[in-house]
């Protein structure tokens, strides 16, 4: 995701168009994060989604998410995460690689993000699909082609963000169904817990960026 961010294996199930109209099967809820998927037409991995209250604005969310260099920090299963080009404060495209158990062979991707606001309901909106280009495939690693991330983050009058993150993806080569199955759910709920922990870091404190206005809040 992922981010996506650098998005971790949990990323290896990224958003798909159309996931409005998607039945979404709740699966599990642990520490206030909510996991659901749904069958994705065509493919043999099942979407993911899930949701959550964060304690932050969405200034410090975003700034998280756009901190490529502490990924490994909180991303669950990343390996290395690294800034590739900065377009502008809102768009960035970044290189990430995943760590899987052996013998399973490590995936990486390169993808672009980019952060968009609505300007009425303050609805902040992060995509990250993949993209080709910017870095050589590497011998021993499978390349991530086909995905794409989507986290929409909704201020709510308590002050607290709901974040929901939807994902989808073709992770390539063979991957058992049991390391499927425990990414998707460990992953979310593992990988939510440390973002809560990470956005309250000092260094995320007092950032306000001049693209997302923080004052307002959507109706729930």
């Known amino acids: 995701m992922w981010k996506l961010l650098c998005v971790s294996l949990l990323t290896l199930f990224t958003q798909v168009e159309g996931f409005g109209q998607t ?6 809820e642990k520490d206030g994060v ?3 998927t749904s069958e994705v037409p065509g493919s043999k991995v099942k979407a993911v989604k899930v949701e959550a209250l964060i304690d932050a604005t969405e200034s410090q969310l975003i700034a ?3 901190d490529i260099n502490t990924s490994t920090e909180w991303e669950y299963h990343v390996k290395s995460a690294t800034l590739v080009k900065q377009v502008s404060p809102s768009e960035l495209y970044y290189y990430c690689e995943v760590n899987l158990p052996w013998p399973v062979a490590n995936r990486d991707f390169v993808a672009h993000i980019s952060v968009t606001q609505d300007p009425n309901s303050k609805v902040v909106y992060m995509d990250g699909p ?3 280009g910017f870095v ?4 021993g690693m499978i390349r991530i082609k086909n995905s794409t991330g989507k986290w929409v983050i909704t201020p709510q009058e308590s002050g607290q963000l709901k974040v929901e993150y939807s994902l989808h993806v073709d992770p390539g080569g063979n991957i058992p169904s049991w390391l499927v199955n425990m990414f998707a759910a460990e992953g979310p709920v593992q990988q939510f817990k440390k973002l809560r922990m990470q956005v309250q870091k000092p260094q995320y ?3 306000n960026f001049t693209f997302i206005d923080n004052k307002s809040y959507a109706s729930n």
Do not use: D, G, R
């Open 23 to 28: 039945a979404w099967k709740f699966i599990t």
């Open 136 to 139: 050589p495939e590497k011998k």
């Open 34 to 36: 909510k996991v659901y």
């Open 205 to 207: 404190k007092n950032i």
């Open 64 to 66: 998280v998410l756009l």
């Open 130 to 132: 993949t993209v080709p």
